[in-house]
């Protein structure tokens, strides 16, 4: 696996993702009217950022620095769990929405216990950079199944669409 391709594109879809994001938000200026919409629609941003972020990061430090990867990936998963809780707490009985979340989070934390703890990793016979590139590809798809639901649903996140 070539990491430094691999994040680079992983990085670059990431923020493409971000940009779609903002201009579908931009066509529903009422999402942003109402609190409880906006933190969703703001969750979903940091759903696409953290993990572009993160790849910048994987990028940076490289295999030959992976204490710059590590640090940024703790950060950024801690940012990434504790939005993400806070979104939970508030998916208000929609069960999609709460597996989402809860998944997410569970992701994030394990992306950052991989970044403190890169040993972990050998056990499941890849390098740490290789296993948290599997995490990122996994938050992504719930990032996207995320999207989904909520466009599905006509933008309220706590309707059975």
Known sequence: MDVSTFYALFSTTCFALVGLWWNVVQSHTDWMSEPVLRRVVGGIYLSF???????????????????????????????????????????????????????????????????????LARHVRLRPIQTEALLLIVLIILAHALVWRYMAGEGRADEDA
Request: proline share 4%; hydrophobic share 60%.
């Open 49 to 119: 950022l953290l993990p572009a972020l993160m790849g910048l990061f994987a990028q940076v430090g490289g295999t030959e620095k992976p204490q710059v990867r590590r640090v940024a990936f703790i950060v950024l998963s801690v940012i990434g769990c504790v939005s993400t809780l806070r979104l939970l707490a508030r998916a208000r009985g929609d069960h999609f929405i709460t597996w989402q979340q809860a998944a997410a989070a569970l992701l994030y934390a394990l992306i950052a216990v991989v970044g403190a703890f890169p040993d």
